[in-house]
């Protein structure tokens, strides 16, 4: 029992350690003079112009979160499909379920309006 705890002990320190230390050799090697050209805001190597720092509309995060919600909804829905015929009874069951809460979801999506784009 206690050769459990160790080898977890061990496994945790380990982890610990690879996990920190970069960051601390990180802390210790990186320079510490600020550089005004360090400072500037980057876009692609162009210099900007105009404000830097603009607003985007949540609404296009509310879209793009909405497309990862049904893009994982196919990647779970493949296997599914592939195994259909040997799928029992309770798998097909759980397989509509799923599908119900996704169009639940999805008219909930377009009742916000979240589907119209600008």
């Known amino acids: 029992m206690a050769d459990e ?18 960051i601390i050799l990180a802390w210790f090697l990186s320079p510490k003079k600020l550089n005004p050209r360090k400072q500037e805001t980057y876009e692609c190597g162009i210099e900007t112009f105009g404000r830097t720092w603009i607003e985007f509309k949540p609404q296009y995060y509310l879209f793009a979160l909405a497309f990862m919600v049904f893009d994982a909804e196919a990647a779970l829905l493949l296997p599914w499909a592939v195994a259909y015929n040997a799928l029992p009874l309770y798998a097909v069951i759980e397989a509509v379920i799923f599908l119900l809460i996704l169009g639940f979801g999805l008219v909930y999506v ?3 309006g979240w589907l ?3």
């Open 116 to 118: 119209h784009w600008v």
């Open 5 to 22: 705890y160790a080898f977890f002990g061990i496994f945790m320190a380990v982890a610990l350690v690879f996990s920190v230390a970069p």
């Open 110 to 112: 377009w009742a916000k």
